[in-house]
Nanobody, 122 residues
Framework: QVQLVESGGGLVQAGDSLKLSCAAS????????MGWFRQVPGKEREFVAA??????RYAVSVKGRFTISSDNAKNTVYLQMNNLKPEDTAAYYC?????????????????WGQGTQVTVSS
C-alpha cells in the first residue's frame, strides 16, 4: 500500500506562488511515477504534471509556470506553482503508479491523496 498526503494549498492572489507537497509512505517515490492532478466541481480530474526516474511531463496550460520535483531522501514530491491564475483554482491531488512510465490519464494511477485546495483570486 502507498499512502499520499498533500499539503501546501491555500488562498492566493493572481500572480502569486504556492508550493504543494506530497509526502509518500509505503513506497519510495524514486521507484514510482508520481503525478499531480486537479479537479473543479462538475469537471473531470485533469492532469497537471508528473515525474518519474525517466522524465517529467506537464500539461500545456501549466508548462512554464509549474515545476514538479522530488526529494528522494524525504520521499516527497513537490509542485511549485508560479504566476498563478484564477483558472488554476481547483482541488489538487497527488497520485502514484508503479513503474517509470508517465501517463496523463487518471485511471493509470493506483494511489491517491486526499487533495488540497488551491484558490486563486483575481
Amino acid at each position: 500500500q502507498v499512502q499520499l498526503v498533500e499539503s501546501g494549498g491555500g488562498l492566493v492572489q493572481a500572480g502569486d506562488s504556492l508550493k504543494l507537497s506530497c509526502a509518500a509512505s509505503g513506497r519510495t517515490v524514486s521507484s514510482a511515477a508520481m503525478g499531480w492532478f486537479r479537479q473543479v466541481p462538475g469537471k473531470e480530474r485533469e492532469f497537471v504534471a508528473a515525474i518519474s526516474a525517466l522524465s517529467t511531463r506537464y500539461a500545456v496550460s501549466v508548462k512554464g509556470r509549474f515545476t514538479i520535483s522530488s526529494d528522494n531522501a524525504k520521499n516527497t514530491v513537490y509542485l511549485q506553482m508560479n504566476n498563478l491564475k484564477p483558472e488554476d483554482t481547483a482541488a489538487y491531488y497527488c497520485a502514484a503508479r508503479t513503474g517509470d512510465y508517465i501517463f496523463t490519464g487518471s485511471l493509470s494511477y493506483n494511489y491517491w491523496g486526499q487533495g488540497t485546495q488551491v484558490t486563486v483570486s483575481s
